[in-house]
């Protein structure tokens, strides 16, 4: 069913673009009706720039801030850039407040006055508050759209509490959040056990007690983490008196887990997570130029080791042919214990308490495969070189650069996370220069000793 789904979903966007190719712009509209906010914004993503503009002047003003909220922050700056007071009040009309507020950090100050002064005091006040808080925690990530029961009511009252309520009560709620007279959050009552429970039992005995509170400070990484062990929807979230100040739902976490995703992805080529595809030349020139120059310089440090045994390698035109063997297995055994160590920082399972045991289990994993493969391509060198001496100096380069690979693969990103550096955009980088650099120090050190 779900590749049905994504079948016809390809499909219309597809004919979407051949629409937008040929110019027919009320079909091009009439389609867009078709599509989701957020098949809008993948569509936008797709499409280089003149069209995304045309495509963009053809969305419907109402859904129009839907679609920015599910844009990455490039390709919406771009659109944005030439949007008035008006078409801004348009687009977050009836936006969730979690939304409107990611949506109010891209505005003009000029524009959010004008929205803060759309709104009545309770979602103005309800947004500052959400405002204050960073974007990547659970502050930033709530709503304060939520429904509060005292725990000395019965579920009869409740229950018409709801039907009063009836459209107001927030959309995607699961949960009621029990709290005392001081907003205190006290429990979780779910709508099935509501609906299910005796009328005249109250909150107090039917209210679980499992689903600990977010403090409004928890960073959003750990946020996604607590959602993925305990399978939930929603989760309460509390300041640092216990207080109830919002909700966070699953759709928002999505988000979180999909943006480390790309982050992570991303990042081990230098990249931001929010690179638009069909950025202008130059802007995505400059970006790219700094990691280009970075790994410029460590190249020029591995051609300065090369440099190093001159002599070596102009007497044995040997070990020029094998030592990109040497750096390349390094280079590979390396990153396995590199994206491992980062995975494992991401989702909070590596830690200095337990790096100790991963470094151990590594250096073993090292160990054993730079055994097995020293063996294999010391033979091959041997063979093909018709020399005993060259083929176990190159399997002991190996060896040895697989240990460091190891080593510097579980060490590097924890050092470079303790000294506020993303291990994902430069962790790659500096473990590239250290298996070059051992892979070829070691192997033609090794041949300066015993060959010359």
């Known amino acids: 069913m779900s590749a049905a789904i994504d079948n016809s979903e390809d499909l219309r966007m597809a004919r979407l673009q051949e629409i937008l190719e040929s110019g027919a712009m009320r079909s091009a509209q009439r389609l867009l009706k078709t599509l989701t906010p957020a098949e809008i914004a993948h569509l936008l993503e797709s499409l280089p720039q003149a069209k995304r503009d045309i495509l963009w002047s053809l969305i419907d003003p109402t859904i129009e801030g839907e679609v920015l909220v599910s844009l990455s922050d490039e390709v919406k700056a771009e659109l944005v850039k030439d949007m008035d007071a008006a078409s801004w009040l348009a687009a977050t009309e009836n936006l969730d407040l ?14 959010v006055d004008e929205v803060m002064s759309a709104l009545d005091d309770q979602h103005r006040h309800r947004l500052e508050a959400m405002l204050s808080y960073p974007e990547d925690t659970a502050g930033g990530l709530m709503n304060t759209d939520t429904v509060t ?25 699961d949960a009621l959040f029990v709290v005392n007279r001081d907003d205190e959050y006290l429990g979780v009552l779910p709508l099935w056990k509501l609906v299910s429970g005796n009328p ?10 499992a689903l600990s509170p977010l403090p409004v400070d928890m960073p959003a990484s750990e946020v996604a983490r607590y959602f993925e062990t305990h399978d939930i929807s929603s989760a309460p979230v509390v300041d640092d008196r216990g207080r109830l100040l919002g909700r966070i739902t699953v759709d928002d976490v999505v988000d979180v887990i999909r943006e480390e995703g790309e982050h992570q992805f991303m990042g081990q080529a230098g ?10 030349v130059l802007a995505s020139t400059r970006r790219r130029a700094v990691w280009l120059g970075v790994n410029l310089l460590t190249a020029f440090l591995a ?3 090369i440099g190093l045994f001159e002599e070596t390698l102009s007497k044995y035109v040997a070990l020029a042919v094998l030592m990109p063997i040497v750096a390349s297995m390094g280079g590979i055994a390396g990153s396995q214990t590199l994206t491992l160590a980062i995975r494992g920082i991401a989702l909070g399972q590596l830690t200095g308490k337990n790096a100790r045991h991963l470094l151990l ?12 493969w020293a063996i294999v391509v010391g033979i091959i060198a041997g063979v093909w070189f018709d020399n005993p001496r060259l ?13 460091f690979a190891a080593f510097s693969g579980a060490v ?4 470079l996370k303790r000294f506020g550096i993303d291990p994902a955009l430069a962790g790659s980088v500096l473990l590239t220069t250290v298996t070059d650099v051992v892979g070829f120090f070691a192997f033609l050190g090794l041949a300066s000793l015993f060959l010359v």
């Open 200 to 209: 005249e039992d109250t909150v107090a005995e039917v209210m679980t007690l």
């Open 361 to 372: 289990k590594e250096l073993a994993v090292g160990i054993l495969n730079g055994i097995i």
């Open 412 to 415: 590097l990103p924890l050092a």
């Open 303 to 305: 051609s300065w080791v």
């Open 391 to 403: 083929a176990v100096l190159i399997a002991m380069a190996i060896v040895i650069n697989l240990l």
């Open 271 to 280: 990249l931001s997570e929010e690179e638009d595809m069909f950025a202008p």
């Open 98 to 111: 979690d939304d409107l507020t990611d949506l109010v950090q891209d505005m003009p100050e000029t524009v």
């Open 149 to 173: 029961v005292r725990p000395e009511v019965t579920l009869d009252v409740v229950l018409r509490y709801l039907r009063r309520l009836g459209e107001d009560m927030p959309s995607d709620t």
